[in-house]
């Protein structure tokens, strides 16, 4: 049993190794990507695209989508969405009682005192 359990967190190991080698590996491709003329970097509502363009600042091909950040994007879709319910019960409605007239407190005396006496 014992040599199960080894065998399974070895194997774990190496397969989450070699997917960080894999993902690190596209990272650094997308990061050191040769510049023909220049890049836009456009940040939209799904992320940050950056755009090649030549010279004259057309695109000379498919926009790049940046690969930074994508793990938080993966996890904003993976979570359920909220299920709204609407309250059970009786309805009552609560009135805010009138303002009355407030009277007012006597006004404090201002009681300064003097410095500290240092012995």
Do not use: F, K, W
């Amino acid at each position: 049993m014992d040599m199960i359990r080894t065998l399974a967190r070895i194997s774990a190991a190496i397969l989450l190794a070699a997917i960080l080698a894999a993902t690190s590996l596209s990272m650094a491709v997308a990061r050191g990507q040769t510049r023909i003329a220049g890049e836009i970097v456009i940040c939209t509502g799904y992320g940050i695209a950056t755009i090649a363009v030549d010279v004259n600042g057309n695109p000379i091909g498919p926009a790049h989508i940046c690969p930074d950040m994508v793990l938080g994007l993966m996890a904003a879709l993976d979570a359920a969405p909220p299920v709204l319910m609407r309250p059970e019960g009786d309805v009552r409605r609560v009135d805010a009682p009138e303002p009355r007239g407030g009277t007012s407190h006597a006004v404090p005396h201002a009681r300064a005192r003097g410095p500290p006496v240092l012995a």
